[in-house]
Structures are given as C-alpha cells and as structure tokens.
T-cell receptor, first 115, second 107 residues
Framework: GPKVLQIPSHQIIDMGQMVTLNCDPVSNHLYFYWYKQILGQQMEFLVNFYNGKVMEKSKLFKDQFSVERPDGSYFTLKIQPTALEDSAVYFC?????????????FGSGTRLLVI | GQQVQQSPTSLVLQEGENAELQCNFSTSLNSMQWFYQRPGGSLISVFYNPSGTKQSGRLTSTTVIKERRSSLHISSSQITDSGTYLCAIHYAQGLTFGLGTRVSVFP
C-alpha cells in the first residue's frame, strides 16, 4: 500500500544543536502530521499542517519546533535548539482528508537521541 | 483523564491461543482506528473506522460507536503477532491514542 517515508531512521545529536527530520508523505495526501512517542509512553500529537500552514499544534510543540513543506520537497520538523527531553521517536503521518473522515498512514519513525 | 483506555496493558499468549483486546473511549467520537506497532516502532494501520464487525485475516474488530467501545480479536495467534496494538480516536485535528496492549506470543 501507499507509504510514508521518514529520513533518517535514527539520529544522535548534541544538546543545543539543530536537527531536521524529514518526511515524504503519501503522494496524493493533503494533510500532514507529526507525533512524538517517548519510550514506553503514549503516542502524542504535535502538529498538523495543511496547504502550507500549521492548522493546530499541541502544548508539546514548543517554540523551538517548526514545520514546513517547501514545494515538492519533504515535510520537515526542525528542532532548534534541541534539549535532552526531545529524545523520542517522531512519527510522521499523512491523510487525504481531515480528522474523522480519513485513514491515516504513518511512517516508521525517526529515533532521535539528544545527548 | 485518559480519553482512550485500553485493556489489558499486556498479554502473554501461547502460539495458537485466541485473544481479545479492549478499547474504551471517554468522549463521543465519529471514528477510530486500530494500529499495530512492531517491536522497533513502525506503525501499521489494521482497521480504519470499523463500525460493526470487520475481519481481516485472523483479526476481527467489533466496534459499537454509540457505546464508545471497540474490541480487537486475534484468533490462532502466531509469534509474528507479537507487538503493541494501539487504538486511536479521530477528532478534528488528529488522533488521540491509547497506551496500547503489548502482546507477546511464545511457541
């Protein structure tokens, strides 16, 4: 079936540095999402993005976070500067429609370790 | 409190046994989705918006939206069924997940 590709699969970074997580959504999908999962904890919503704009973000989406999707390229999550508590698995997802009207497709996640 | 409650939190099965996983929602919802998360983390959609009963292979989902509950039945479990099963409710902006049921199947 259609897939969401996430690059890289793993990333280790020094605290304070910048990191960019990349996501290639399903080609005809219009809505894009980032979720965060700390080991052993619940998967939590960070942000959704549509038509070049952030539609909604949770309280986990700190000021140090930003998202964008320049035309024809990856949907990215940038963290600048990183903090130790940013260590987690970040999942990208996409959907054709919004909310209750659409099936979500998730990527395999990027495992981020901030040291 | 938790909007999505899953039970049990973990389950140990001998290969061939059946299992039933429960998901209850504390808020009204329009639709929900079951996911399977492999050891190592990738997330795979199992059932999307399964009102009533739906079957896919050895997996059967039974959802009663009005009663805010859904169950996932695994029949004749196999070692490859091991992993975490997550349910999530759809709301306007995204998904709210439960904590999952960790299933371990042994020979």
């Amino acid at each position: 079936g259609p897939k969401v590709l996430q690059i890289p699969s793993h990333q280790i970074i020094d605290m304070g540095q910048m990191v960019t997580l990349n996501c290639d959504p399903v080609s005809n999908h219009l809505y894009f999402y980032w979720y965060k999962q700390i080991l052993g904890q619940q998967m939590e919503f960070l942000v959704n993005f549509y038509n070049g704009k952030v539609m909604e973000k949770s309280k986990l989406f700190k000021d140090q976070f930003s998202v964008e999707r320049p035309d024809g390229s990856y949907f990215t999550l940038k963290i600048q500067p990183t903090a130790l508590e940013d260590s987690a698995v970040y999942f990208c997802a996409s959907s054709l429609a919004q909310g209750a009207n659409s099936d979500y497709t998730f990527g395999s996640g990027t495992r981020l370790l901030v040291i | 409190g938790q909007q999505v409650q899953q039970s049990p939190t973990s389950l140990v099965l001998q290969e061939g046994e059946n299992a039933e996983l429960q998901c209850n929602f504390s808020t009204s919802l329009n639709s929900m989705q079951w996911f399977y998360q492999r050891p190592g983390g990738s997330l795979i959609s199992v059932f999307y918006n399964p009102s009533g009963t739906k079957q896919s292979g050895r997996l059967t989902s039974t959802t009663v939206i009005k009663e805010r509950r859904s169950s996932l039945h695994i029949s004749s479990s196999q070692i490859t069924d091991s992993g975490t099963y997550l349910c999530a409710i759809h709301y306007a902006q995204g998904l709210t997940f439960g904590l999952g049921t960790r299933v371990s199947v042994f020979p």
